[in-house]
């Protein structure tokens, strides 16, 4: 599975920007998601999708992104709302081979442990 992310930029505080992931190889009977890394951070989930299509998000973006999936095309989305500087940060498209990925019971996504499969980033900053 290879993996090319796109659609990073800079963009003022409260402002929007929608990330693609392109996949090649199969991809639609997978778990999926976006992480992201800020500078002397380590790599933390932003959003996953299963198979189905069921989303689960970080508390620090829930109601400000959507991450979505086009299995036909094999792309993976995420539409970024109301962007903050903290948002700031190195974002990366993941694959793990497993259908499922749901959250745990405090709501903590899968971890970067959990995904094989990596793109390079696309850089993501907020100005405020």
Do not use: H
Request: one cysteine or more; charged letters at 20%.
């Amino acid at each position: 599975v290879k993996l090319v992310e796109s659609g990073g930029g800079s963009v003022q505080s409260g402002g929007s920007l929608r990330l693609s992931c392109a996949a090649s190889g199969y991809t639609s009977g997978f778990c999926m998601g976006w992480f992201r890394q800020a500078p002397g951070k380590g790599r933390e989930a932003v959003a996953t999708i299963d198979m189905e299509g069921r989303p689960e998000y970080a508390a620090s973006v829930k109601g400000r992104f959507t991450i979505s999936r086009n299995n036909a095309k094999n792309t993976l989305t995420l539409q970024m709302n109301s962007l903050k500087p903290e948002d700031t940060a190195m974002y990366y498209c993941a694959v793990e081979l497993r259908p499922l990925c749901p959250a745990d019971a405090r709501g903590n996504l899968l971890r970067e442990d959990d995904f094989g499969y990596w793109g390079q980033g696309t850089q993501v900053t907020v100005l405020s």
